[in-house]
């Protein structure tokens, strides 16, 4: 079993920025995990946002595109997402995910982009 823990969520006004953290309880699992980042809006289903592949290997949905980026710490058995020029629709809870040896879920951290 794997417990994912997020952090970094919060309050930001529009064009801000925020750095989203999730780390594993297990190093073994991380390593061998694909990692990735969902979100859920209010009313809407959740959705894929980025992922990155055991060798650092990226990608993103076109929503996010050119202002996300997704990095992970193997050492720390962590994986970071960086949001900048954030938008009101990006507003959401955002879950940690991870894909190896089986699928596991963090418990989301509220990102809010609000004047």
């Known amino acids: 079993q794997v417990q994912l823990v997020e952090s970094g969520g919060g309050l930001v006004q529009p064009g801000g920025s925020l750095r989203l953290s999730c780390v594993a309880s297990s190093r073994s699992i991380f390593s061998i995990s694909a990692m990735g980042w969902y979100r859920q809006a209010p009313g809407k289903e959740r959705e894929w946002v980025a992922a990155?592949?055991?060798?650092?290997?990226?990608n993103y949905a076109d929503s996010v595109k050119g202002r996300y980026t997704i990095s992970r710490d193997n050492a720390r058995s962590t994986v970071y997402l960086q949001m900048n020029s954030l938008k009101p629709e990006d507003t959401a809870v955002y879950y940690c995910n991870a894909a190896g040896v089986g699928q596991y879920w963090g418990k989301g951290t509220l990102v809010t982009v609000s004047s």
């Open positions: 990155i592949s055991r060798g650092g290997n990226t």
